[in-house]
Structure formats: C-alpha cells, structure tokens
C-alpha cells in the first residue's frame, strides 16, 4: 500500500481527532503544511487541532485560518487525539512539543504518529514517514497527499500550500526549484492562491529599523580562509535594534547572493544563551546539512541549521563552536 493511501486510512477513521504540529519558530513551510492539511480536514468533517510551541509571527497573518494555531499543551491534551501529524520537523525535538507527545503516546489509547517532511536528514520517528528529500518543499508533499486523497484544492488550501513553496524556493530563486515545483504552484494559482499576497509578506516585507539592523551585521561580516562567510547576532544587536528578532530571518538567504563565498554561516545568540546557526551554501561540494548534524540540526545539502549550547570561535581559517 502506497504511505499517502495509509495515511488516508489513519486520517479517515470514523470518529477520528487528528493533532497537527509544526515545528518551534515556525516559518512558512511548516505552518502552511499544517494550515493546508487543517482545511482539508475540516472539509472532511474530521476533528483537527492545529498546534505550535510558539506563537506564529506577524509575517503568517495572512494565513488562512492561522489565529486557529494554538500553543496551549493542556487543550492539545484535552483533545485526546487519536493520530498526531507532525510536519516539517527531522526529529521530535525539534518540533519543541516532545514532552506533549511523548505524554500522548504513553496512554493506552497511543495515537498513531504520522510524520511528513522533506529534510533528508529526517530521524523517521513516526509510525508512519512520508518523507520526500526530493521535493523542493512539505508543503509540496502535502499537495501530492491531497491528491491522493481526492481533496479538491481551495483558495484556502491552495494559499498555505504555496506559502510553503515559495519560501523554501526563495520565490524560485534558489537549489530547491524544481519542474514540479514551478508547475504546482501554477496549479494553485489556479486554485485561488494569491502570489502577489505571499510575496508581500514573506520578502516585501522589511521595516526601516530591520534594514538598520541589518547594516550593522553586515558592517561586521567575518571572511574565513576557508572560504566561509560569517554574521553573528548577539543579543545586544537585537536590543538595540528593538527586539527586531523576526527580522533576522532572511538574511542567511540575503547573503546567498555573495558570488565567491563557500559557505553562508549566521549565528545568532538566544536568549536562553544558545546559538542558532542558519547554514547555507550554491555549491555542489559543500554539504551543510553534514555541519548542522553535527550540532543536532539537520537540512539538505544547500541549506540547514542547528541549535546548540556553547561559544563561537572565529579564527582567520575557520568557524567553530566550543
């Protein structure tokens, strides 16, 4: 039996109560991945509860049905659900909701752990793994699982479908374009996506105070001999640049555009004293994903990061963590 066809059998039991998650700091593939399969649901009159350990930001407002998304643990609890989907996510920890699911399938009921992503460094931690290294985006394998199941594509669906497409593609702009890719997202437009909406709120979207902030960190890029490219974040750029935390997001794909650097590394300090690392890099030799593993992360070749303890040292040859 086909994993899309399985799924369908969990997702369409009788009675059924489906717990859907992103992952923590969700971006546009995981929230549109979740959203998308959320409308699905409800068109089939099955019990869906859409939720994330952090709040979306302000960017995903135009989401369909977005202010649906909970982080509240103890209702997901209350739901009692009987198939949890994660979406987006290479290993449970990541999704930042491990301990609600760990607690779930420890009843004797034990809902059915569905996982659907496309990183190929995926843990495969599901009952059931839909798991696409191919394609440019979940969201991407989400719309193969609607067509297998006779889903018909909503301007609702089709809008948080192509969020995802569109964002992990950096609008078609980087390795994870693909023909599929490209003719999809022509289907969804088709289906009552607004491009023009997406676009507006994902990449026209910087504030004056975001581009100030920006120019400081790029007035302080590092060249390794090694031929890497660093930007570090440090909790006090952020305050004084008013919190502007969201507005850190885009710039490891921003420094893509660097015509000779063999890697693109961002570090950014949290407030619990933890790094996150943002990895990314056009070249065929290079494997970032290889790098974030190291750290705990994951990703694909081109892009991925990470999240670990511990202190930046730069040197003139390299980059490391300690």
Known sequence: MPVE????QHLRKPGNRVLLISHKNPDGDTLGSMLAMYHALKRENIAAFPYCADTPSATYEYLPNVRDVTNDATAAIAFSPMVIVIFDSGDLHYTGAAE???GLRERASKPTL????????????GDVNLILPESSSTCEI???????????FSPEISQCVLTGVITDTG???NAATTKESLDLASHLLEGGAKLSTVLEHNFRNKKISTLKLWGKILGNLKETADGSV?????QADLVGAGNEDEGTEGLANFLQTLRDAKMIVVIKELPDGQLKGSLRTTRDDVD?????KSYGGGGHKKAAGFTTKGELIIDEKSWRIE
């Open 5 to 8: 066809a399985e799924i369908w």
């Open 100 to 102: 609600l699911v760990n």
């Open 114 to 125: 569905i996982v659907i992503d496309h990183h190929y460094t995926n843990q495969r931690y």
């Open 142 to 152: 989400v719309a193969g699982l609607l067509r297998a199941g006779s889903v018909p």
């Open 171 to 173: 609008a078609f702009s």
């Open 230 to 234: 660093i930007a570090v974040i440090s």
């Open 288 to 292: 970032v994903s290889a790098i974030a």
